[in-house]
T-cell receptor
């Protein structure tokens, strides 16, 4: 079975541009989360979506947005890019239940964004 | 919010020796504590996890212990091998849909052949 897939794997943008990152969860997983990992640091939570609804949001500015599609894939959008947005963006899927999540996050390989 | 601290930041051990990585957390409501291994250029991979109703869990050469009173948990790797070399992250979560994972800053483990 395929794991979490992300695209693109690498991309370079300039300040002020916008970027769209894409993620396909593991088959059967209805929850997708996005994390930002700056070099040398642990991942930081951006969003979680479950059944196409936003269920959690981290401490990131409104320039960051996301959505989940009927097939449970997801997009992360970042507008007005800043140099500090350079990072590895990780997508993770999980087999969430209605009342309580199982807790296990399965990460993709990430999209490495460089902002010049 | 939750704050997870992880030590040490780097760790070198001889092949065959044991490695221990320690984490502390601040929110007593956290109830799920996974450990991830991240190899260069790859995403984090879950290697073991523990829930707050369990004090210890073992999977072959890897074990995790949890002390809820002291709010700390540790990863133990025995009989280390060169392929264990990677960055290890601990995390804490309140569990449930929408609850985020709070990660430590990572430990770079090097196993010297």
């Amino acid at each position: 079975d395929a794991g979490v897939t992300q695209s693109p794997t690498h991309l370079i943008k300039t300040r002020g541009q916008h970027v769209t990152l894409r993620c396909s969860p593991i088959s059967g997983h209805k929850s997708v989360s996005w994390y930002q990992q700056v070099l040398g640091q642990g991942p930081q939570f951006i969003f979680q979506y479950y059944e196409k609804e936003e269920r959690g949001r981290g401490n990131f500015p409104d320039r960051f947005s996301a959505r989940q599609f009927p097939n449970y894939s997801s997009e992360l959008n970042v507008n007005a890019l800043l140099l500090g947005d350079s990072a590895l963006y990780l997508c993770a899927s999980s087999l969430e239940g209605e009342r309580e999540g199982t807790g296990e996050l399965f990460f993709g390989e990430g999209s490495r964004l460089t902002v010049l | 919010g939750e704050n997870v601290e992880q030590h040490p930041s780097t760790l070198s051990v001889q092949e065959g020796d044991s490695a221990v990585i320690k984490c502390t957390y601040s929110d007593s409501a956290s109830n799920y504590f996974p450990w991830y291994k991240q190899e260069l250029g790859k995403g984090p991979q879950l290697i073991i996890d523990i829930r707050s109703n369990v004090g210890e869990k073992k999977d072959q050469r890897i074990a995790v212990t949890l002390n809820k009173t002291a709010k700390h948990f540790s990863l133990h790797i025995t009989e280390t091998q060169p392929e264990d070399s990677a960055v290890y992250f601990c995390a804490a979560s309140l569990g449930g849909t929408g609850n985020q994972f709070y990660f430590g800053t990572g430990t770079s483990l090097t196993v010297i052949p």
